[in-house]
Every structure is written in structure tokens, then in C-alpha cells.
């Protein structure tokens, strides 16, 4: 078996490898750049796919949809490749259904959820907690945050059983680490946790959809054309799909990348799959203890994405947003819901089977999950959800070469022991991926960046290129984490938290001397509409 | 390439995979059974070394050491084998060093640690509480447990941070962390830790060198021999050594296993790799979701053992156990040792560079940290450590096809979400490893244990024997977790912490009240003494 030999080959062809590559190129037009991927497709944890639809078929995404404005990396990404974002739609009524499978289900029209005035109390107090603390974390050396080992010697379960009071926050809760992470909050570092939020500019950008927020924007056409596009920009004849490496041996002169077919030399190799994937590439000289460890303790989440087409959005004729909170003493697979109407018309929702629900759900039968998904739109948005055109999913632990969706969380430890060898370059190997990101950190931009980033290194050591002032800030990853879109909304936060309490606290006073808990709890939630205090997630 | 035939195929030459052969061969002796190894050698995560001694050379264990009465399987072992066993040597002088780098060596005579009143009151009801906790744990039906998930979802740091007054108790909680686990309390689930204690028969079975705890004896000539000695039994030739499985397929009629040079068909595969190992064989059909997601969240410990041989055995002749207790405060890189003088009269301490000190000594040079180790011999039994014959140590992290010692532990959440996939046989795969054992779990005895346990699987599955009453016992693992040899202590142990509670609580009250503070200190220790009060554990 003779090896071919290029200058760099980069391990997965999803957002970050491509980032990388196109990177690479555009520095240096003649550097000989190979794409190496598991999967029979480019994109990672992207992917669009038609299904019917009230038109015929569209496109929906069935991975990573979102991005927002202050997500720097993707969006000049999008830009560059000339391809366009409207934003998600969410106006009309919301539903939440926690407390129970038997418990009422909410609706409600503002932006205020229907929570009781405590549990809204509850919420604010908290979220204004860990974003303060959020904003007290060192993205890049995270043991400089204050307390860093106590905090990374916790879960966020064990922050969450402290500092939240009420059982309807607490499930709250859940739903947002398994929207977020794919996984409960019982199963990573709470410093993780905080250090997540900090990369994306703070906890509500995670939660949101308003302008700054993860949510904020969706890609006409499919997240996945950003990646087609980028393999059109190297050269689809550098990219080879089905070419799962299997080990990566180094010595003086070469790096040499195996797959079950082939064998390449060359000088430099960037690593872009998650953790768990590259903890099963063969390595040598083996890679260092401390990034094996690393690698040990990052488990991927578990997401299963669902799209369901109408003929009719008839949830916005009905006045619903198309958004649906379910906990998990639901009963409903999914923990979220919202409209995918596509940019051409056709009606859909997407939802999300996540964390504990996807456990639950993920080894029934596709047909008893569909079902139970169905059953559960019926019952939240109405008897119409019941004749849809067409329910298509996506287990990702399922899909070869992901094993998990939508990132690798950080177990407890994780962070002061072994978090040097994260970005650490292995003599020639580079680490990319959006684990690696410090902005936006786990998202598509977080990939992009963590490519760019990667590319410097490779520049710097194999081409020995000098880099403009712009790249080096890059790659020293000195900037901030960007804005924090969260602050103003924080800021809010604190005063809403300080009207709310004192409001909260005069009126159980009064309520305890007249017994007159049942109206106070009226006015109290009139007074609190009254104000507009935005406080529920909106994923 | 064609594929041999084999009835069974196992995965690793260990403790767990050299007794699920035996067991098989011993039930049906006309099974063609092999056993594939990655590493040059039998035994896993035992090894024997022949190092420079007083009387020339000698032989010490570099891995897995110790057994217990208690350990029913290994014994049982270890008898038919015909090995013979001697005590842990735990006469004289202890030392302890926690509370600082600047803070006192204190030594001490009694069975009593010298530690200040409220320290041992501390140490004693933290102990007490945590083994009714492990008490109250189902080993095969973990989430049986009460408040299961909640005691699941945070690390053992956590609960240590609620229960653990003192800064010096919870130093000494990292040491006893650090030498049973090779990590620290903050990279555990709780409910993990409850469990693996319970699997012990509490949670002093696992520190102390008491008749029934894990460092009872020692095996004379070294617990390689187990492995060696089975390997005799059931063949040489059916071992083959170099063969480092990375394939495991499966069709309707066959198994097909790969490594690198040869592939073979049979009709069950015993998987007893520990599972960050096992994650890395390619599974074809892939691996259940939940199965792939438990070996993610169980990483492995990192301990660093050496043996250190001298002319005589200074320690003892300057009336010293041997025995030092070292907190990560202290600057020493090990965190235990112990007396090694070898059956045949070789003096020897063996000793621990675990979790967070691996991790910090780990990187440095062979001879750096030998220097640290010495230094810190002398500084604790004297000048006589610096002139030692020979420094032998052994990285475990750095040893092929291990990657770490000595047990895989469990992130938090796995037990609440993956558990059952512990031991599900996966079509022909059936798992073993003593991480997969419900009695002493992580001990050799759990690798024979579980060894057993998958052989009498693949009996019922393969060969459609008709298990024994007790083979069913065994396999149904209805058994309890054996006699706990530590409740008898508890007792003790509850009674002695009344009454030192009500002596402390006095004491303070008077001291208070006299200003007698160090004198009721010095009262308090002798009153404690005198009591013969038994709390500190011996590793």
C-alpha cells in the first residue's frame, strides 16, 4: 500500500473541518488539503433533507438550524457564501405543560408564562444567579473563574437542588439542559454549565430566540449547504466521504493517517470529530494521558429531532406560536416544540426527543414514538395535529459516525484536571470541533471558529506563515466571548427580580394576616403581566 | 483471509477473562475457547515484576495487589489455584500529613490517627452516615435505591461539601478517593460510590487491612500467578497474547471477531475489557444507543504505583508500620503507602501517586518524580529512605491496552439512565470486567466474579446446559453483597461517636465557659486514646 501525500489532512468534513480547510486555502492557495469523512455526506452534525410537504416536498434541517447575530464566526460564513437567514417565528400562544402528567396544561398569550407568581419568582431569582455567576467564568482558562473547583466539583443538578425552590422550576430546568445539551443536568459539571453560557455571551443567549439568542435566525435552504458550499470552495475532489480514519501514527517527518482503504502522509493532521469519536481513532506514539482522560470524560447527548408537515399551519390560524414546553412528568416524548414553517410556505413543527426522553422513547418502535409525538401535538395544539403529512425524525445516536447529538458535555472534573490538553496540539495533530470553541462553544459558529483557530496553528507550524494582527488575537482566543446579549435583558432582570420579590413578599405578608392568598395570587399575576416580565426560556 | 472456529471467543487474558474460560472448559471441556489479548502478557491489571532486592532480586506486584476473606471468588481462586496468602504487615507507627505543606508530620502509635478531637468526631459520624447510605444500596438494582436519583445526580464532592465540617476530614476524604478509585471525589456519582461500597460490604470493607476488608493479604510469589495459572488450565495454546481485538460483527449465525492480523467466527464473544477499552472495538451492528452511552460516561482512574527495595527495613526497626497517609496539601506526590517487604524477608514500601497527584506528577520526568517520592520518605520515616536499592514504578495510564488503573468509575446520571446496559448481552456479546461484577466490584475477586457470571450466560445461551441451583443463584446475582464485615465496626463505630459526641459537645461547653480550650484538647485526646476509638481507615 503506497501512502499519497498531501500537506494537511483534516479528520471530518462537518462545519469545522471545512472552516479549516477553506481557511487554509484561502492563506495559501497551493497547499494540498485533504478532507477525510466517516459518513456518506459532508455537513457532520448538519444535514437537510427533502420530505412531503404541503407543496410537494421542501428542505428541512435535521441537526444543528439555529444561528443568531452575535455568532460572529457563522454568520460572516454565511455571508461570504452568499446564502441568507430569516428569523424563527414565534408570535401567538405558548403552551406549557409541567406539574405532572395530569396537571393543567397552560397557555398563555404575553410573554410571561403561566407560572404561578412563586415559581415566576423562583425562575428570575435563579437564572439572575447563574448568569451572574456565568459572567464571572474565564471561557479560555477556566480555573482562573472564582471557586472554580467547588464549582466544577458539582453538577448543575446538585446548583439546581440548592438555589431553585419550587418543583416547577426544577422541571423547568431540566427541559432546558435537554434542549441545550441533549442530556440532564445531573450529567455535567456545573462549571461546564457556566462556562457554555459565558462562550455564548451568557444563560438566556442559550435559552432565547430575540435578537443575540441561539434561536434568533434559521438558513434558507438547509444548514448543510454551508458546508456543500465550502466543499465546493476546496475542491469536492479533496473531500472523500466513507473514509472513516482509523489511525493517526507519527513519527520525525510525517504524520500518516489510516483508513480502512488508504494510508496518507503528511505534515500536519486537524482532528474535528467529537471527543468520543476520536477517543477510537489508534494513535502513534499514544497521545498523552491527560488528553486521554480529557477525552474519557466528554459524553455526547442524545437528540432525536423530528419534523412533521401539514397541510396547513393551522396552529397559527388557531393562534398558537407553534411553541410547546412539555417536562418530563408529561408524558410527552418530546420536551419542545416550534414552528418550521419553511421560508417557501409549506406549514411544519419541529420538535426535539431529548436527554432522559430520549432514553425513555429512543428503543420503542419508530411507530410507537410517532404516535406517542402525535397523541401529545393532539392533546397540547388540538385534534387537526392529528392528520399531518408526513413525521420525519433523526436519532443521532443512531447515525454512524455521530453516535450522539447535539454536543460533548464536560463531566464533573473534567475542567480542573485535564482542561490544557482541550486545544493542546499532539506533536502534528491539531484539535478542532465545536467542543473546542470559545465563543459560542457547541454551535455551528463555535465550529467555525474552532477551524479558523486550528488553521492559524497549522499556518503557523507547517507553513510558517506570519500572521496579521487579527490572527494572532484569533488564535490567542484572547478576545471576550463577544457581547453579552444577556446583560440588558439582565440588568432588567435584577430590577424585575427586586419589584417582584418585594411585591411577592409584601403580598404572602398581607395574605398570611387576611387569608386573602387566592386574590393576592390574581393581583400579583395581573400586576406581573402588567410589566411584561419576561422571564421563560423561549428555546 | 480465512476466519478459524472457535465456540467462544474472549476479549482480554485477565483475572475476568481467564475465569469465564476456566468455568467453561471446567463444565464442558470439549468448547474450543479462545482468548484474544492485546498486551504481550496474561493478568490485566495484575502484573508481577521481578525488581533488584536486599538478597538480589525479588518479586512485587505493580498492579492489583491485595485480597480479602470476604472476597469469596478470588479465595476460592486462589485455593484451587493452590496460591498461598500472608497479612498486610500493619504494625508500628503511622504517619500523617494533612493541613498543608508547612504543617506538622504527626505520627502516632494507637489505632487512633492523630487528628484533633473534632476532626475524629467529624471522620466518625461522616463515616457512619456514609455506610448507612451504602447500606440502604441495591448493587444489582441500583435505581432501588431510595432518593436514587438525587443521590445519583451529584459527585461525591458534593456530598462531602454538605456532610464533612473540617478542611483536615475532607483533605483525608481525598486520599481515601484517590487510593480506591485513582480519582477524586468530584469525578463520581455518589450513588456510584454508595454502590460500589455496598458491593464491598461497606464502605470500611474498602479502606481498612482488618480481617474481611480489601488489604487483607497479599498473594505469596504475586496475583500474576492467578492469571498465569489459569492460563495453564485452560491452555497456552488457546491464549493468544498481541491480539488486540478492534472488530466485533455479528450475523444471524455467527460472531466474527477481528484484530489486526486474524479474524474468527464463533458463537459468543465475552467482552472483558473495561469499558473505555471496549469502546474503542468497532461493533457491526452498532452497539445498543444506551450501551455506547454507558461506556462514555464511565472513565477510567489514573494511579501510578512503585515499589522502593532497601537493605533493611529501617521503618520497622525505627518502629514504623511503614504505612503514611499524605493529603493532596502536602507536596509528596503519593497519597498512601505501605510496608512490601516481600514472604521471602526483601524490604520493600509500595506506594500511590493517584487522581489529582498523577495528574500533577504524571507529566514529569521518571527521574523527577522518583526524586519528589524519596525526598518525601525522608521527610517522613527519615534519612535512611534516601539510600534505597531500587525505585521501580509503574504508570498505569501509560500501559497499552489499559490506559489507566484500577476501575472505571461512574459519572453521575449513568447509574440513573444506563444502567441496565451494564451487563445486557448485546446479541452474542456478553460482558465481563469487574467493573461489571455486584460483588466487590472493581476488586479482582468482582473480575472472577464476573468472569463466572458470563460464562454461565454463554452455558445457557450457547451450549444450552442446564445450570446448578447455585449456578442460577450466581447468575441471577440474587445474592447480597456477602456479610458486611464493616457493620460490626459501625456498631462500634455509632456507639464510640455518641459517646465522643457527648464528651466533644461537654468539653467545648466547659471550654467555652472556662476558657480552657487546650487543655480540654489535650483531655479529649486522652480521653479518645484511652477509648481505643478505631476511625481512621487503613488503606
Chains 1, 2 share one sequence.
Not at 67 to 87: A, N
Not at 99 to 118: E, K, N, W
Not at 166 to 188: D, H, I, N, Y
Amino acid at each position: 500500500m503506497t501512502a499519497e501525500i498531501w500537506d494537511v489532512v483534516i479528520v471530518g468534513a462537518g462545519l469545522s473541518g471545512l472552516s479549516a480547510a477553506h481557511y487554509l486555502r484561502k492563506r495559501d492557495a497551493k497547499l494540498k488539503i485533504l478532507i477525510l469523512e466517516g459518513k456518506d455526506r459532508v455537513g457532520g452534525r448538519t444535514v437537510s433533507s427533502e420530505i412531503p410537504a404541503a407543496n410537494g416536498a421542501d428542505v428541512w434541517d435535521f441537526g444543528g438550524q439555529w444561528v443568531g447575530s452575535t455568532q460572529k464566526h457563522v454568520m460572516e460564513l454565511i455571508k461570504e457564501l452568499g446564502l441568507e437567514v430569516y428569523p424563527q417565528f414565534n408570535t401567538g400562544k405558548k403552551v406549557l405543560h409541567v406539574g405532572g402528567p395530569d396537571s393543567r396544561v397552560r397557555v398563555y398569550r404575553t410573554s410571561i408564562p403561566a407560572l404561578s407568581p412563586l415559581v415566576l419568582l423562583d425562575l428570575t431569582l435563579f437564572l439572575w444567579k447563574i448568569d451572574r455567576l456565568s459572567g464571572t467564568v474565564c471561557v479560555q482558562d477556566p480555573l482562573k473563574t472564582p471557586n472554580a473547583v467547588e464549582l466544577d466539583g458539582m453538577t448543575l443538578q446538585s446548583y439546581i437542588e440548592q438555589h431553585a425552590w419550587t418543583a416547577e422550576l426544577k422541571e423547568q430546568l431540566g427541559v432546558c439542559s435537554r434542549s441545550v445539551f441533549g442530556m440532564e443536568p445531573s450529567q455535567m459539571s456545573f462549571l461546564f454549565f457556566l462556562m457554555y453560557a459565558a462562550a455564548a455571551g451568557g444563560v438566556l443567549a442559550l435559552l432565547e430566540s430575540t435578537p443575540g439568542c441561539a434561536q434568533e435566525f434559521k438558513i434558507k435552504g438547509g444548514t448543510q449547504q454551508l458546508s456543500e458550499c465550502l466543499s465546493e470552495r476546496v475542491g469536492w475532489k479533496n473531500v472523500r466521504l466513507g473514509s472513516a480514519v482509523t489511525a493517526i501514527w507519527q513519527d520525525a517527518e510525517w504524520a500518516r493517517v489510516t483508513t480502512s482503504r488508504d494510508t496518507f502522509l503528511c505534515r500536519a493532521v486537524i482532528v474535528t470529530c467529537p471527543p468520543h469519536l476520536a477517543a477510537k481513532i489508534h494513535y502513534q506514539p499514544p497521545l498523552p494521558t491527560m488528553r486521554e482522560f480529557l477525552t474519557q470524560n466528554m459524553p455526547v447527548g442524545h437528540m432525536i429531532k423530528f419534523i412533521i408537515t401539514y397541510q396547513t399551519a393551522f396552529w397559527k390560524e388557531k393562534g398558537f406560536s407553534g411553541e410547546i414546553v412539555a417536562g418530563s412528568s408529561s408524558n410527552s416524548p418530546f420536551c419542545v416544540t416550534f414552528d418550521a414553517t419553511s421560508p417557501r410556505g409549506n406549514p411544519a413543527l419541529v420538535g426535539f426527543i431529548a436527554g432522559q426522553q430520549a432514553s425513555r422513547w429512543g428503543p420503542n418502535e419508530p411507530g410507537e414514538r410517532r404516535g406517542a409525538v402525535v397523541s401529545s401535538l393532539v392533546k397540547y395544539l388540538g385534534p387537526e395535529a392529528a392528520s399531518f403529512i408526513h413525521y420525519e425524525e433523526k436519532d443521532w445516536a443512531k447515525e454512524d459516525y455521530s453516535g450522539g447529538c447535539p454536543v460533548n458535555v464536560m463531566a464533573p472534573g473534567l475542567l480542573t484536571y485535564y482542561h490544557p490538553s482541550l486545544r493542546k496540539p499532539c506533536g502534528r495533530i491539531h484539535w478542532a470541533g465545536t467542543e473546542t470553541a470559545t465563543q459560542w462553544c457547541g454551535y455551528m459558529s463555535g465550529a467555525v471558529q474552532a477551524g479558523r483557530r486550528a488553521a492559524l496553528e497549522v499556518l503557523v507550524e507547517v507553513c510558517h506563515v506570519v500572521l496579521t494582527a487579527e490572527e494572532q488575537e484569533a488564535l490567542q482566543q484572547s478576545q471576550p466571548a463577544g457581547s453579552r446579549p444577556s446583560s440588558r435583558l439582565l440588568c432588567l432582570f435584577s430590577r424585575k427580580a427586586v419589584v417582584a420579590a418585594l411585591t411577592l413578599s409584601t403580598a404572602l405578608l398581607l395574605a398570611r394576616r387576611y387569608d386573602g392568598l387566592p386574590r393576592i395570587r390574581t393581583y400579583l399575576t395581573d400586576t406581573l403581566s402588567a410589566r411584561k416580565l419576561n422571564v421563560l426560556p423561549k428555546w
